[in-house]
């Protein structure tokens, strides 16, 4: 890498940006569609995919396989450090900026997989499966191939580019599981989830490189060199991000660390499948908040007016959209454990209803975490997640080790409502949300849909119809007595206001975006 030279240095972020490109408002909403179609069709058909796997592999192939992703995911180096999100919240597009941010980010993702090559023989002194030592290597390998892609995909999501990122993931996602299908077919057990994971990862980086070496081909004609001052700075911001992002890792595989070591693989797998399904809701919904909503956030930092509007809106969403859908697994847990998995699954069943009542909240805390993060705040975020990670750590392991998988449930719990009360209550003094507002209409709206499903059952006699017709009327019972008493105790004016508020908030973006005055180019 070599060195800019005074012009080129000067100029460097404005030839870096593609000419005649959208306003920033119409991009970010554009790119918000396209992550919202693509997270569908990669949900649609995980979702089928899945079933065809559970159905097929044994409880011990899901623990194990959890298991072992926590151990990769613990000695993963680049999520810690949290570069990718320094680099997309500095300014400047510069050769500088790039030749830095590349060379620290690879060697990150290097050094995962030096660190789980030498933890995996600790495992197995310590007593854990070598299936399982030999799994979180082949997974580090997919991290790291996987971190290539973060280098890419950030390079083009900085540049509001998510259409090329989805594309991608919506051709990838389904081929990465052919060699799935196929192990699981002649018994491969827990290997048939590692190929998936492998393939994608390889699949997804490959193709995002080729498309920033066609969209983005300004950023070759620079010369990529590296800064140690820009370095420090990276650092300074990355690793209190990073920091976070692997107290949030904890926070949602520290449970899968619990249940395998001091219960069992076989347990593990009932619970990871439990969490699968729960977290149904807020997958739909993290794509379009932690991609699409990280960039909106950090251009309208010192917009405190727009900045309010679009939390708030942002918030309404989550709400609106995830409780009915939390509501109606609730509901038909055991049935839809059966219908999906088949019975020798139902042991999941009772972890869904724990865990599913949490689900709404993980879009909620991403949410504010990235709102802390975009807004040049990642402290914030670092302070409330080592909250929650010393909650589950210290109830965690006496939880489980008294009340086995289920104490893990409740632990978990209490770890995320611990947050969501700090978290929101710092957001709030910081944009003028009114909680009580927010969250009390859909809190209230679901008590009385739970308790209206609770007295139905026992006179309608619902328990008595095929399987199928169960689930689908116990699901749209859910959903559609939500949406009714939504409507009932939120005055309709207001209703109608925050509906229509979506479509012309993002046109007010637009135009002003046009004429020069919002904070796109």
Not at 169 to 195: C, D, E, K, R
Not at 311 to 329: E, G, N, R
Not at 361 to 374: E, H, K, M, S, Y
Not at 485 to 505: M, S
């Amino acid at each position: 890498m070599g060195e800019d030279t005074p012009g080129k240095v000067e100029n460097a972020t404005e030839r870096l940006m593609p000419e005649n490109i959208p306003p920033l408002s119409t991009r970010a909403v554009r790119g918000g569609l396209w992550i919202t179609v693509s997270s569908c069709w990669v949900f649609g058909f995980g979702f089928a995919a899945n079933i065809f796997l559970t159905r097929l592999l044994p409880t011990e192939a899901f623990g194990g396989f959890a298991l072992a992703m926590f151990f990769t995911q613990l000695l993963r180096l680049q999520p810690k450090l949290g570069l990718g999100f320094a680099f997309a919240q500095h300014q400047e597009t510069t050769g500088q900026s790039l030749g830095t941010y590349f060379l620290m980010e690879s060697l990150a993702a290097l050094g995962g997989v030096v660190l789980t090559l030498l933890a995996a023989p600790v495992l197995v002194y310590l007593g854990y499966p070598p299936l399982v030592a030999q799994v979180s290597v082949i997974l580090a390998i997919a991290a790291f191939a996987e971190g290539l892609m973060w280098i890419g995909g950030n390079l083009l999501e900085k540049e509001l580019q998510f259409t090329q990122t989805t594309l991608i993931q919506s051709i990838t996602f389904p081929i990465s599981y052919i060699p799935a299908f196929y192990l699981a077919l002649h018994n491969g057990g827990i290997w048939s989830l590692v190929a998936q994971n492998l393939s994608y990862c390889v699949l997804f980086s490959a193709c995002v490189w080729l498309a920033v070496r066609k969209r983005l081909p300004r950023i070759w004609q620079v010369r990529w060199r590296f800064s140690p001052e820009l370095a420090r700075r990276f650092l300074r911001f990355g690793i209190t991000v990073g920091l976070g992002l692997f107290g949030g890792m904890l926070l949602t595989q520290l449970d899968n660390f619990f249940i395998g070591t001091f219960v069992s693989l076989a347990v593990l797998g009932f619970y990871d499948r439990a969490y699968r399904i729960a977290q149904w809701p807020s997958n739909l919904l993290i794509g379009a908040i932690t991609r699409s909503v990280f960039y909106t956030y950090s251009r309208l930092q010192d917009d405190a007016a727009r900045l309010q509007k679009t939390a708030t809106m942002v918030l309404w969403l989550i709400t609106t959209l995830a409780l009915p859908l939390v509501l109606a697994i609730f509901i038909t847990a055991p049935d839809l454990i059966t219908l999906l998995y088949g019975e020798r699954w139902l042991p999941s069943a009772l972890f869904l209803r724990i865990l599913v009542v949490y689900a709404v909240v993980r879009p909620l805390w991403d949410n504010a975490g990235t709102f802390f993060i975009a807004t040049g705040k990642p402290k914030h975020t670092l302070t409330f997640v080592s909250i929650q990670v010393l909650v589950l750590a210290c109830t965690g392991l006496p939880f489980t080790l008294v009340w086995g998988a289920v104490g893990t449930c409740v632990a978990v719990g209490l770890a995320f409502a611990v947050g969501m009360v700090l978290i929101y209550r710092t957001v709030a003094r910081q944009i003028s949300v009114n909680l009580g507002k927010e969250f009390g209409i859909p809190a209230l709206v679901s008590i009385l849909t739970l308790l209206g499903y609770f007295a139905l059952r026992s006179v309608a006699g619902l328990d008595a119809l095929p399987l199928a017709t169960r689930v689908a009327v116990k699901g749209c019972y859910a959903v559609l007595t939500f949406f009714t008493l939504t409507l009932i105790f939120q005055p309709r004016a207001e209703y109608r206001k925050t509906v229509k508020g979506v479509p012309c908030f993002a046109s007010r973006l637009i135009n002003k975006g046009t004429h020069g005055n919002c904070c796109g180019r």
